[in-house]
């Protein structure tokens, strides 16, 4: 995959899509391939590489997404053109790392609740010395 040379700016709609594509563990990477054409490559750790290609229809707002198995090969020529949390370009915000935090202050909370109640009976170190 190689990063189109006339730069422009990917599209909000393309980048939400592939935001939802990526898991917490995911490596990816979003550039523009083409005019009017995006590509994203997610490599999944021990599942593959899947690419996504966006290409504008003659309607400017919607585009038609194919998804294919890729290989982890790219060529990035200008980095501010692109997303990616591979060391190129700026993170996309995934909505799946907003959940997670979540979900770890939930179990956090709670742990600490229980710890509270019962005392010694879960946490050892919380135990009375006699």
Known sequence: MTQ???YGTIPQAVRDVVANKISLLDSYILMQTGEYEY???VNKPGIG???YTFRRTN???????????????FSVSNEYYCY???GYGAALSLPVAELATAHACVILACALMLAIVFKGVLFRCLKKRR
């Open 39 to 41: 590509t994203a490559l």
């Open 84 to 86: 990616s949390n591979v």
């Open 49 to 51: 590489c899947k690419q």
């Open 4 to 6: 189109y040379s006339d």
């Open 59 to 73: 309607n400017y707002s919607q585009y038609t997404v194919t998804e294919s198995a890729g290989e982890w090969e």
